[in-house]
């Protein structure tokens, strides 16, 4: 059984900067961060598989940066020149043997 616990959320203006941040029990293969805006459907943001490799979705492509620590199983999303709409709850997600997901932070831009 692997937890995920981020951290990292909160309230900053539009144009600003966020870390959010990823702890995991365990070691896990592929990671992810979704989100859910209000009203609107979960959706993948970024993934960075066992290899490093990535991707974004259009919507954050050089905005946002995933990492991801192996020493210390902590999965990272650096997000830079923040929007309104990328206001929502952020979901941590890792696979190992199954699918993970954490409890999710808020993150809100304001205008």
């Known amino acids: 059984q692997v937890q995920l616990v981020e951290s990292g959320g909160g309230l900053v203006q539009a144009g600003g900067s966020l870390r959010l941040a990823c702890a995991a029990s365990?070691?896990?293969?592929?990671m992810a961060w979704h989100r859910q805006a209000p009203g609107k459907q979960r959706e993948l943001v970024a993934f960075?598989?066992?290899?490093?490799?990535?991707y974004y979705a259009d919507s954050v492509k050089g905005r946002f940066t995933i990492s991801r620590d192996r020493v210390k199983n902590t999965l990272y999303l650096q997000m830079n020149s923040l929007k309104p709409e990328d206001t929502g709850v952020y979901y941590c997600?890792?696979?190992?043997?199954?699918?993970?997901w954490g409890q999710g932070t808020q993150v809100t831009i304001s205008s």
């Open positions: 997600y890792g696979r190992k043997n199954g699918d993970y």
């Open positions: 365990l070691g896990v293969v592929n």
């Open positions: 960075i598989n066992d290899l490093g490799g990535t």
